[in-house]
């Protein structure tokens, strides 16, 4: 299975998580994707930290509107009573609370919710953006990333790298794997397509704890 295929899947399985009404985030990079695969008969409605209320799914080539894009420069179609506003406003939305559920990429997490997003030691990266905000003011959190990066486990016993934020994740999910963080530990819940618990395991750093109804059942 390709890359591509790998973050369609996981895009998927986040878009799962969606509730009617929700107020959602999208997360620049494979997060963005989730917004191709929102499930018919849910409506939420997705916000950009760059001012934008109401945005639709990403434009497919030749389809795009170059003044209209996301926090992640991507084209993106607007829906009925879209708003749009400065980056002040954006912002107080999410310090005040009002996101329902944010949807991130990681470098790292770990068994206790800690986050490392924004930095690699030594090397220029453009800046966190408003990852720091969102995980402070969404009242739920999804990291949604590949399991390993060229073999080596993303999912920790502790984050090496400097935190973008401490116990705040709520739920992992990865081609491999979906993962509840909780007061007893890192919980597995569910197996993805293709994989297996062997392999979940050997990816994994961080101790995990298997859910009593674990999906899908042998």
Do not use: W
């Not at 999208?26 to 934008?52: A, D, K, M, R, Y």
């Not at 690699?120 to 990291?143: C, S």
Request: proline share 4%.
């Amino acid at each position: 299975m390709n890359i591509g295929n790998e973050k369609d899947i996981i895009a998927q399985r986040v878009a799962r998580e969606l509730k009617d009404g929700y107020v959602v985030n999208l997360g620049i990079g494979l997060p963005s994707l989730v917004s191709n695969f929102i499930p018919q008969g849910v409506h939420i409605t997705l916000h950009g930290e760059n001012g934008l209320l109401g945005m639709g799914a990403l434009c497919a080539p030749g389809k795009e509107d170059s003044n209209v894009i996301n926090a992640g420069n991507q084209f993106v179609h607007v829906k009925k009573g879209a708003c749009f506003f400065d980056s002040a406003l954006s912002f107080a939305m999410i310090r005040g609370g009002h996101i329902d559920m944010t949807v991130l990429g990681a470098l790292q997490v770990d068994e206790l919710g800690n986050i490392a997003s924004h930095v690699v030691p030594g090397k220029m990266v453009p800046g966190m953006g408003g990852a720091m905000d969102l995980v402070a003011g969404a009242r739920k959190v999804i990291v949604a990333m590949l399991h390993t990066a060229k073999g080596t486990p993303k999912i920790l016993k502790r984050c090496t790298l400097p935190l973008t934020a401490k116990g705040k994740v709520h739920m992992i999910i990865t081609e491999k794997a979906v993962m509840e963080v909780t007061s007893q530990g890192l919980v597995l819940t569910e197996i993805m397509p293709g994989a297996s618990l062997d392999e979940i395991i050997q990816g994994t750093e961080a101790t995990l704890c298997i859910a009593d109804n674990l999906l899908p059942k042998n």
